[in-house]
């Protein structure tokens, strides 16, 4: 990229209000006359993700489910005890397995949305508002990964920009002397600010050496967590006064975030938080010029270069929004989630399962708001699993990339359910994809 | 921005324009002079007393080498001096519109190692292991070259190979298993290439068959090796650690001779077998791609396949192909987990080492050797910290840990220099 000669240089600023108006027919309009395949591979790739149908979508759900159900039957002890003498009596084998399948299935209802067994009405309740409190994180950081795609851009560096998030709210959290509603707000602020920079590391990198930003985020990450770790680690720093534990001290009641439905339920307000980020980035991407050019150069970054738009730095922009946006997740961990401080593994897999919901909601705010939320049941209910059937929570991992997987390969989901090709959209696709090979 | 010459507007025709632009990057002469500065201001801020003693040699070798002892400070400030000298000159090669050659990259690396070594063991009472800083440095990239070899005939097939992280974990996984459950680590080992290929061949059938996108599917990939092998370790490894996770290891064979070598023959030459079989793979793979007919097809569906496609290469199968050699070769790094370094299998053993093996890809410009040597630096990197806590360094560990991940991303971002990817990688055949 970089030794490519830009004829955008010379005319500066990019966005300017001139391309406004005349760009929006055209800019998308336009063929691929010199793409990289590395650019056409990533506006493909947001095609994929963008494009299906819904029915696709529960078809990938069940057939995961019933992948998650194999591996359940065949890990369950009681299963394979009877599986010994299945050919004398196959009947136990097969209730052995239907029964330890329903009560894995039951156990992650009972935690992702209503215990039925609670003994009141507010205990029956609480499991939806766990899940929608793991939801949280996930949406933050799930729009991240879905403004990054749709810009043609793959964030790998969740865990980092949640890591820097968590020590700029963390530290504003606990050091500062602030009254409530300030207080919390500065903090938020001073998180959302970090993930962006952090992010935004990535993004100059990219834009001015053209390292790849794949590359860039992951080492990121790993350079993130060793920071955090030396800070944690460093008297005077993060770690928390008197102690030799690396982990920092209670957040001040002052910035901590309230809890929606009182202290009985674990959800706060940064669901809220999540809520309008899911609003402003639904603005941003489908209404405002900016988003305008993220997708102009997601869709193709040379036709939008000589439509004026300035790509280095709506790289560089876009990193900052996504890399904000993850902030988002690691503001409400350290304000939200546990306020008690936080230690190294503040990230908890959520940087890469936000890759995760942004695949499955499409890239779109709403489909991220809907993954997130399904993805937030599966973690409540897979806990309750693990804690009341003693099935592992990995599988709860294993069944969310399958979802994935499938969704992502619409024609194998069509062929095991027959589901009828939508021909329009299938031609379409092919189209384009013999520009590619051409 | 980043070039010298930047093309001036007139009446020629583009095309013509482009072909006689010459673009020398600054990057390099950037990096090497925040090199300078990084190793001046150690040396400013936090000046140190005393020798630093080198050994080279361990107890039982037959030919001792005596260890050599240099005052710390005086070294670390030659070794500023003779770095600013190189930055400078790739500066003015730069002005010259000249590339700075490789060999002053590899001169100023060693200059800035040894300046810091000299620096961090300065008034250390315990010698700086030279020998065991080569070895570990070529044990912990193993995994990470057979990784980038795997990535690096993917990438030349034309599929981005994301899953290599994926490949290693299974591998190492399924090479502790059958290990433990046959007894032998040979047995151990074959499982380990079936399992890395059948790792390609899911990623073949959905990037290849179905033309899902190459990197969603490595990534996912990678998420679903490790829910699998952490899920199955939860539930049947560990309760039964002894019938299915504790693995007879590869023993050590000191080649007869080479052995003996000063300083390295320890270190390269006194290894398990895994280590010997990276030394003939990575030749092999370098005379396969660029040797045989295999590889100029291999090559040929990468850069272009509908061309081979006309010439009657079967782009399909070329690619699926490549992907279960890659996934084998790789499968030998991931049994080196299970194999030769532990004795059993952890959750997420591999942390991470499939990504810097795909950076080494990138970093080694999609070749073979040039991978293994950026697979190597990492390891280096990596080892720089062991060796760094005998002499008891003041550089908080945590920085040093950080290394090899500082060192990959100023690789990346500039020394990489121009580097083309293979023209098809990462777009998938759709025959006409």
């Known amino acids: 990229m970089s030794t490519t000669p830009d004829p955008q240089r010379e005319t500066g600023d990019a966005v300017g209000p001139t391309t406004d108006g005349a ?95 609670a003994d009141t009405f507010a205990e029956g309740i609480r499991p939806i508002t766990v899940s929608l409190n793991y939801a949280t994180p996930l949406i933050g950081a799930g729009l991240g990964l879905a403004v990054g795609f749709r810009a043609g851009l793959f964030n790998i560096g969740g865990q980092g920009q949640i890591i820097f998030a968590a020590i700029g709210a963390g530290w504003i959290g606990f050091a500062v002397d602030m009254p409530w509603p300030l207080h919390m707000l500065v903090a938020i602020v001073a998180g959302i600010a970090a993930g962006a920079l952090w992010a935004g590391i990535a993004g100059v990198l990219k834009a001015f050496t053209g390292a790849h930003e794949v590359i860039t985020t992951i080492m990121l990450n790993n350079i993130a967590y060793y920071l955090l770790f030396f800070m944690l680690a460093t008297p005077g720093l993060l770690q928390a006064p008197g102690s030799a534990n690396p982990k920092t001290p209670a957040m001040a009641e002052s910035a901590e975030m309230p809890r929606l439905l009182g202290e009985a339920f674990p959800l706060h307000a940064g669901f809220l938080l999540a809520l309008g980020a899911v609003a402003v980035t639904w603005w941003l991407l489908e209404r405002s010029r900016l988003g305008f050019a993220f997708r102009a150069v997601g869709e193709n970054p040379d036709a939008a270069r000589v439509a004026g738009i300035d790509v280095s730095r709506v790289t560089i922009y876009v990193m900052l929004v ?49 993954a997130g939320v399904l993805f937030g049941a599966f973690k409540a209910g897979g806990a309750q699993m693990q804690a009341a059937e003693a099935i592992p929570i990995e599988i709860v991992t294993v069944i969310q990339s399958l979802i994935v997987l ?33 | 921005m980043s070039a010298t010459t930047a093309p001036a507007p007139s009446e020629r025709p583009v095309s013509e324009q482009l072909r006689h632009v010459a673009v020398v990057s600054k990057k390099f002469a950037v990096v090497l002079t925040a090199m300078t500065g990084v190793l001046l201001a150690i040396c400013l801020l936090a000046a140190r007393e005393g020798d630093t003693n080198f050994r080279f040699s361990s107890p039982g070798d037959l030919i001792t080498i005596p260890a050599v002892t240099v005052p710390g400070m005086t070294v670390a400030w030659i070794a500023v001096v003779l770095m600013a000298g190189l930055a400078v000159l790739s500066w003015v090669l730069w002005r010259a519109g000249r590339r700075t050659p490789w060999y002053i990259a590899a001169v100023f690396g060693v200059l800035f190692l040894a300046g810091f070594l000299a620096w961090a063991g300065a008034g250390s009472a315990s010698d700086f292991p030279v020998v065991r800083l080569i070895s570990s440095s070529v044990l912990l990239a193993v995994p990470i070259v057979f990784g980038a070899l795997g990535g690096a005939i993917g990438e030349r097939a034309g599929v981005v190979n994301i899953a290599i992280e994926g490949q290693l974990l299974a591998s190492a996984f399924v090479a502790a298993v059958v290990g ?90 006194d290894q398990s077998v895994i280590v ?37 290469i079967k782009v399909e199968r070329v690619r699926y192909r490549a992907l279960m050699v890659a996934g084998a070769i790789v499968g030998m790094g991931g049994a080196y987990y299970t194999l ?16 810097i093996a795909l950076a080494a890809v990138i970093f080694g410009k999609w070749d073979p050797i040039k991978a293994t040597l950026a697979a190597l630096l990492f390891g280096f990197a990596s080892a720089l910290e062991g060796g760094m806590s005998v002499v008891g360094s003041p550089v908080p560990s945590q920085f040093m840990l950080m290394l090899p991940y500082v060192v990959t991303l100023l690789a990346v971002a500039g020394l ?17």
Request: proline fraction near 6%; charged fraction near 10%; aromatic fraction near 10%.
């Open chain 2, 180 to 269: 433990t459950m046959t007894g032998s680590p040979w047995a151990g080992l074959v499982a380990a290439l079936l399992a890395g290929a059948l790792v390609g061949l899911v990623l073949g059938a959905f990037t290849i068959t179905y033309r899902v996108n190459q990197v969603i599917v490595g990534v996912v990939l990678n998420v679903l090796v490790l829910g699998l092998t952490s899920f199955v370790y939860s539930q049947v490894l560990v309760p039964q650690a002894d019938l299915y996770n504790s693995t007879t290891l590869f023993p050590k064979v000191a080649v007869p001779l080479l052995a003996h070598i000063p300083i390295v023959g320890p270190a390269l030459f």
């Open chain 2, 340 to 355: 030769v370094s532990v004795s059993s299998f952890g959750k997420n053993m591999t942390a991470g080492a499939g990504f």
């Open chain 1, 322 to 370: 996504s890399g904000g946006l993850i902030g988002v997740a690691g503001v409400s961990q350290v304000l939200g989630h546990s306020t008690t401080g936080f230690s190294v593994d503040v990230d908890a897999g959520i940087g890469f399962d936000a890759i995760t919901v942004a695949l499955l909601g499409r890239s779109s705010p709403i489909g991220v708001l809907g």
């Open chain 2, 276 to 312: 010997y079989l990276m030394y003939v793979t990575v030749p092999t793979v370098w005379f396969a791609m660029y040797r045989t007919r295999w590889g100029l097809r291999l090559r040929a569906v990468g850069e272009h396949p509908l061309a081979a496609d006309t010439v009657g």
């Open chain 1, 23 to 117: 760009l929006a027919p055209t800019a998308p309009a336009t063929p691929a006359a010199a793409g990289g395949p590395t650019d056409r591979r990533w506006s493909n790739a947001v095609r994929e993700i963008v494009g299906g149908s819904w029915a696709v979508s529960a078809g990938a759900v069940i057939l995961a489910l019933i992948a998650g159900s194999i591996m359940i039957v065949a890990t369950d002890e009681t299963v394979r005890g009877t599986a010994a003498y299945f050919f004398t009596r196959p009947t136990d084998m097969l209730s052995a397995a239907w029964e330890a399948i329903r009560d894995a299935y039951v156990a992650l209802f009972r935690g992702a949305v209503w215990d039925y067994k």
């Open chain 2, 416 to 432: 990489v220099g121009r580097s083309r990817a293979p023209a098809a990688s990462g777009v998938a055949y759709v025959k006409e």
């Open chain 1, 406 to 438: 499938f969704i992502a390969a619409p024609p194998l989901v069509r062929a095991i359910f027959r589901l009828p090709a939508p021909g329009s959209a299938s031609k379409a696709s092919r189209r384009s994809n013999k520009e590619v090979a051409a």
